[in-house]
């Protein structure tokens, strides 16, 4: 019996726990999207200057290190494609693949990724610093919604950069596919560039992008969630930032998954 009540107990905690967790997710949620959209509307004002300022940090300061891994990227694919292309004479069609999967898939993926271990633990480590020293209670005390303040700005920049930087990515990518298809194995540079434009459609940007937006949305929730879960000090605030970038980064693989088998999968 008292086997039985143990695990009855550890279940019904475990359970009451990861309810009072995704109410709290749903209410951050509603409260986000009522302060970003909702009430603008109702001449409640939006905060255009941190907006634009977490846009700054999300996407022009990401920038350097994005564009330097997406053209390495390409390259990489340019020449790990020439191998298996040259034995069917098809060199021609490097261009073709470097194209499709950096708009399609690595472009969106890469930037992503690349976002969350800059950003999305930034996000995590700063909301979280400021719980554990209670400037998020000094911020109720003072009036100001913690959400409208800390989320929204954040929420916004990042819907705002994470296309953007994605948009630049490709072409970077294709750049650099580009250079080592033209520079190295000495393929026309016009021809590149023209089987390129054939081979992308404009269902592939628009894909790559559509991800790109759920991308954004998907680390700056995980990370403003973990942030707010913090407790325990500086080793709680280190531990969530882990936990932000680990969960950030599994959801948008799965995300990821959903849109390639939604869109490009044919059995």
Known sequence: MSTLTYIAGYTGRVSLNWLYAASQVCVLILATLYWSFGAPLRGKGLPARNTA????RFGADSL???A???FLIGAI???QSAT???RFGALSY?????GVAGVRELAPLMTAIIVTGRSGSAITAEIGTMKVSEEIDALKVMGINPVKFLVVPKFLGMLLALPCLTVMSMVVMIAGGYLLAVGYLGLSGSGYIDQSFLSIGTADFLTGLTKSVFFAVTICWVGVVRGFQVSGGAAGVGKMTTSSVVSSIFLIIL???VFTFLFFFEP
Do not use: C, G, R, T
């Open 68 to 70: 330097l891994i997406s």
């Open 94 to 98: 490097i261009a073709s693949l470097v």
């Open 77 to 79: 694919m340019a020449m």
């Open 255 to 257: 995300i990821d998954l």
């Open 64 to 66: 350097p290190i994005v």
């Open 84 to 86: 298996q292309l040259a």
């Open 53 to 56: 300022e977490h846009f700054v």
